[in-house]
């Protein structure tokens, strides 16, 4: 069954990307994924799979591969710490790996599923620090883990992408790297002005 919901003002459908920014400031834990994230490329630098029903979704972080809930259609890692440990990040958008592609409404929604059983088999595995072995399935890191859910119904998000002079890095499957090759949508932003 597909499920919806929304996040910040975003739908998504089971199978959907949660896109993140390490980080939440003004609190030690958050501030310490602030630091992480500047060692990875570009804004995105964590992700999850949306699944569904009531706002549950897989991600690999810390803890290994494991499942959390959404908290009333807003994303704030605080509420979410008892399911997800410190990976204290804040919300920047929704990658939509199925958009665009001129999908039967059926064959679309068994994609989906196919994407949520794999992820959810995965439950359980160790974080996988070989950033290096995409193509490992004993354990995960978290877009190594989209990136093996997605493979299951051919569609490839490794775009290539690099850490320029680092040979070898094209075969990391970086947060961002999803986020550029899919259609996605950014959560608006506040912007703040100092007078």
């Given at each position: 069954?597909?499920h919806?919901?929304?996040?910040?003002?975003?739908?998504?459908?089971?199978?959907?990307?949660?896109?993140?920014?390490?980080?939440?400031?003004?609190?030690?834990?958050?501030?310490?994924?602030?630091?992480?994230?500047?060692?990875?490329?570009?804004?995105?630098d964590?992700?999850?799979?949306?699944?569904?029903?009531?706002?549950?979704?897989?991600?690999?972080?810390?803890?290994?591969?494991?499942?959390?809930?959404l908290?009333?259609?807003?994303?704030?890692?605080?509420?979410?710490?008892?399911?997800?440990?410190?990976?204290?990040?804040?919300?920047?958008?929704?990658?939509?790996?199925?958009?665009?592609?001129?999908?039967?409404?059926?064959?679309?929604?068994l994609?989906?599923m196919?994407?949520?059983?794999?992820?959810?088999?995965?439950?359980?595995?160790?974080?996988?620090?070989?950033?290096?072995?995409?193509?490992?399935?004993?354990?995960?890191?978290?877009?190594?883990?989209?990136?093996?859910?997605?493979?299951?119904?051919?569609?490839?998000?490794?775009?290539?992408?690099?850490?320029?002079?680092?040979?070898?890095?094209?075969?990391?499957?970086?947060?961002?790297?999803?986020?550029?090759?899919?259609?996605?949508?950014?959560?608006?932003?506040?912007?703040?002005?100092?007078k």
């Amino acid at each position: 069954m597909i499920h919806t919901c929304q996040i910040e003002g975003l739908t998504l459908q089971t199978g959907d990307i949660i896109c993140t920014m390490n980080g939440k400031p003004d609190i030690l834990p958050g501030e310490f994924w602030l630091l992480v994230g500047r060692l990875v490329p570009g804004d995105v630098d964590h992700i999850a799979i949306f699944l569904g029903p009531d706002g549950r979704c897989v991600e690999s972080g810390s803890r290994g591969v494991i499942d959390f809930h959404l908290q009333d259609e807003i994303w704030d890692a605080e509420l979410m710490t008892e399911e997800r440990g410190l990976l204290l990040d804040t919300f920047y958008g929704v990658s939509y790996p199925f958009a665009g592609m001129q999908l039967a409404e059926d064959e679309e929604s068994l994609m989906r599923m196919k994407v949520a059983e794999y992820c959810l088999s995965q439950i359980g595995k160790p974080y996988n620090i070989n950033f290096l072995n995409a193509e490992s399935e004993k354990s995960f890191y978290c877009s190594q883990l989209a990136y093996k859910a997605y493979q299951q119904v051919g569609i490839n998000l490794n775009t290539g992408l690099a850490m320029e002079q680092l040979p070898g890095t094209n075969e990391i499957i970086y947060p961002q790297e999803i986020w550029d090759g899919c259609v996605h949508r950014a959560v608006k932003r506040e912007t703040v002005s100092f007078k």
